[in-house]
Structure formats: structure tokens, C-alpha cells
């Protein structure tokens, strides 16, 4: 069984930065891709981000591109994601997500995603 606990979320002014983190119980850990989604009032649940396994490859939503940074750290079980540059767009619920199988297709998407986080709020006043 695994489970994730994000933290970091928090009220924050446009422009300004955050970093998430998202700690992950199980011993497999390093071996599930993980990602971070997120959801706003009346809007379906969105990619952000996800990093492989090991580390080696990221994917970006295009929304996030150039501000966002995914990583994680197998020795600690936990997956950080730092986001710069704030936007107003950017509030909403943000998700940490574990899945043990997927393709660099279906990653980008909610499907092969198994565990999931309890969510943490980001708020970006304007």
C-alpha cells in the first residue's frame, strides 16, 4: 500500500513562489512514477507535472512550462514541486500522485495514477 501526504500549499501573491512537497509511504517508492495534478472550483482535475521512477525523464503541462519544476528523492520518499512566477490561474487544489504502470502517453493523464494525496490548497492573489 502507498500513501501521500502533500504539504506547502498557502496564500500567496502573484508572482511569488512556492515549493510543494509530497511524502510517500512504501518501500517501492522508487519504483512508481509520480505526479502532481490539480483541481479548481468547477474545473476537472488537471496534469501539472510528473517525473519518472528514477528521475529521468519530466513532463510538463504547457501552462506550467518554465515555471514549474518537478523532482524527487528516492533516499527520502518524497517528491517536491517547486513552482516560480505565480500565476492568478495557478489557484486550486494541488495533488500528489503515484502510478506503478504507465506509458509517457497515459503518465500525462489520470488514468494510470493507482494513489493519490489528500490535496493541498494554493491560493495566488492577483
Known amino acids: 500500500q502507498v500513501q501521500l501526504v502533500e504539504s506547502g500549499g498557502g496564500l500567496v501573491q502573484a508572482g511569488g513562489s512556492l515549493r510543494l512537497s509530497c511524502a510517500v509511504s512504501g518501500r517501492t ?30 513532463f510538463y503541462a504547457d501552462s506550467v512550462k518554465g515555471r514549474f519544476a518537478i523532482s524527487r528523492d528516492n533516499a527520502k520518499n518524497t517528491v517536491y514541486l517547486q513552482m516560480n512566477s505565480l500565476k492568478a490561474e495557478d489557484t486550486a487544489v494541488y495533488y500528489c500522485a503515484a502510478a506503478r504502470y504507465g506509458n509517457i502517453r497515459s ?7 493507482d494513489y493519490w494525496g489528500q490535496g493541498t490548497q494554493v491560493t495566488v492573489s492577483s
Open 107 to 113: 503518465i500525462v493523464t489520470t488514468t494510470p495514477y
Open 29 to 58: 517508492f522508487s519504483t512508481y512514477t509520480t505526479g502532481w495534478f490539480r483541481q479548481a472550483p468547477g474545473k476537472e482535475r488537471e496534469f501539472v507535472a510528473t517525473i519518472t521512477w528514477n528521475g529521468g525523464n519530466n
